[in-house]
């Protein structure tokens, strides 16, 4: 039976290279990573699923604009950016103040205290770094002839990328939290991660 036209047509020995380029840029601390490790640590990680998934979510339509060329239309449009970076920083600090005031897992939080789905997809688009991030590991690797193709097998294996390392750093700061349960030690990591976060976003911004 013949392979299907785009796995057929896919340079899988491009692969590989375009994985590590993504793990090395886009796994690198971020606004979008240092709070999924945050909010891990402050929340574990099962009230901190939505955010997640909508810091996938968000980062997901990242990539797509990438890939369909929305990108290099928005950037002639200064504005936007500054809106969205404005806009995104206002949560990240509002974001970084819930996070080192949230109490320590042992003792019982709000169902409402944990970041939302819409905050993380928000976070995940307005969030300069990936924009900067994404069209860099985008470019950095052609994994077909066809540019149609060649978006396609990016967007697919990018995505992938996307989930593995959101959810890695999720999973590293409910580590964390493990270890920290004591109400001292637990506050001193939040407000550390709260300025880190802080950090984090003042670079991209400024980058």
């Given at each position: 039976?013949?392979?299907?036209?785009?796995?057929?047509?896919?340079?899988?020995?491009?692969?590989?290279p375009l994985i590590f380029v993504s793990l090395a840029i886009m796994g690198s601390p971020g606004p979008a990573t240092i709070s999924l490790v945050a909010a891990g640590s402050a929340y574990g990680a099962r009230r901190c699923l939505?955010?997640?998934?909508?810091?996938?979510?968000?980062?997901?339509?990242?990539?797509?604009?990438?890939?369909?060329?929305?990108?290099?239309?928005l950037l002639t449009v200064p504005a936007i950016g500054s809106i969205l970076i404005g806009i995104s920083a206002a949560y990240i600090v509002w974001l970084a103040y819930r996070i080192?005031?949230?109490?320590?897992?042992?003792?019982?939080?709000?169902a409402t205290g944990a970041p939302s789905f819409a905050g993380g997809a928000f976070l995940g688009v307005a969030n300069p770094k990936a924009w900067i991030a994404i069209a860099a590991v985008f470019a950095s690797?052609?994994?077909?002839?066809?540019?149609?193709?060649?978006?396609?097998?990016?967007?697919?294996?990018l995505t992938t990328m996307i989930i593995?390392?959101?959810?890695?750093?999720?999973?590293?700061?409910?580590?964390?939290?493990?270890?920290?349960?004591?109400?001292?030690?637990?506050?001193?990591?939040?407000?550390?991660?709260?300025?880190?976060?802080?950090?984090?976003?003042?670079?991209?911004?400024?980058?």
């Open positions: 039976m013949a392979e299907p036209p785009l796995i057929a047509a896919i340079r899988w020995e491009s692969v590989g939505r955010y997640l998934v909508g810091i996938v979510a968000g980062t997901t339509i990242v990539l797509v604009a990438v890939a369909s060329g929305i990108t290099a239309a080192a005031t949230a109490p320590p897992l042992a003792e019982p939080t709000t690797a052609h994994l077909a002839d066809v540019a149609t193709t060649d978006a396609t097998a990016k967007v697919a294996v593995v390392i959101c959810t890695t750093w999720l999973f590293a700061g409910t580590s964390l939290a493990r270890v920290l349960r004591g109400p001292r030690r637990a506050r001193a990591v939040n407000v550390t991660l709260a300025l880190a976060l802080l950090g984090a976003t003042a670079l991209a911004v400024l980058h």
